[in-house]
């Protein structure tokens, strides 16, 4: 993947992305970006970090997708001041939502060593304060890791393991919220568990019509 692209294309590329999918963003948050998504195809070339292979992936199915999806759950992230980005991989869920959401303390929690590396290395050059958890999350509840308000993760299990294994790291009345794709769905299967589901919110990114959803559930310590 080339490296050449500049900060005005990359600019010009995703506003016009954000203007398309009625997301308001300004030329600063853009300029953050295009320094995170340089250093990502930068470590990318020697650790294989992501499969994306353009510029253009970046800005749709990774930017614009999380930017869509966090318009469309204001409210919740609102009720939110500690929030992990379990099973992180490059940080973009952390990353993007700790540039547009400054107030929200971030953690990311991711078990690969080299992608925690840039995780770090990322948050450093963009001036981001967060936690680092280079682990993986267990059915039975680590001591060390503490709660959150919310826990979001795109994908990194299917929907019911998710479930399991992040219910133990939510405070009681806090979130989990799974980014699913378009042929992802959710069915009550567990109902002794204590994350009740709330919604399925769904959207669809313009210009290529991705189709993503959001699986959203909260703690609930009486189903305990």
């Known amino acids: 993947m080339s490296d050449t692209f500049n900060l005005s294309e990359f600019t010009n590329q995703l506003l016009e992305g954000a203007t398309l999918n009625q997301i308001e963003i300004n030329a600063t948050f853009c300029a953050k970006l295009y320094k995170y998504i340089h250093l990502l195809i930068e470590w990318n070339s020697k650790f294989n970090i992501t499969s994306h ?4 992936d970046f800005i749709y199915k990774d930017i614009l997708d999380q930017l869509i999806a966090f318009n469309k759950i204001p409210t919740y992230l609102s009720k939110t001041t500690h929030l992990m980005d379990a099973g992180a991989g490059a940080g973009f869920s952390g990353v993007i939502l700790a540039l547009y959401y400054t ?3 971030i953690s990311f929690l991711e078990k690969s060593r080299k992608k925690m590396n840039f995780i770090r290395h990322a948050c450093l050059d963009l001036g981001i304060k967060a936690n680092f958890i280079n682990s993986s999350l267990n ?21 019911p393991l998710f479930r399991s294994y992040v219910q133990n790291y939510v405070q009681n009345n806090g979130y989990a919220i799974y980014f699913g794709g378009p042929h992802q769905f959710y069915q009550e299967k567990q109902l002794n568990q204590n994350l009740e589901f709330k919604d399925e919110l769904q959207y669809t990114i313009l210009p290529y019509n991705y189709y993503r959803k959001l ?9 305990t």
């Open 139 to 159: 059915l039975t509840q680590d001591s060390s890791i503490p709660l959150f308000d919310m826990i979001i993760s795109r994908a990194t299990w299917d929907i």
């Open 103 to 105: 107030s929200i303390e």
């Open 53 to 56: 292979s353009s510029v253009s």
């Open 215 to 223: 699986f959203i559930f909260q703690k609930n310590n009486s189903f």
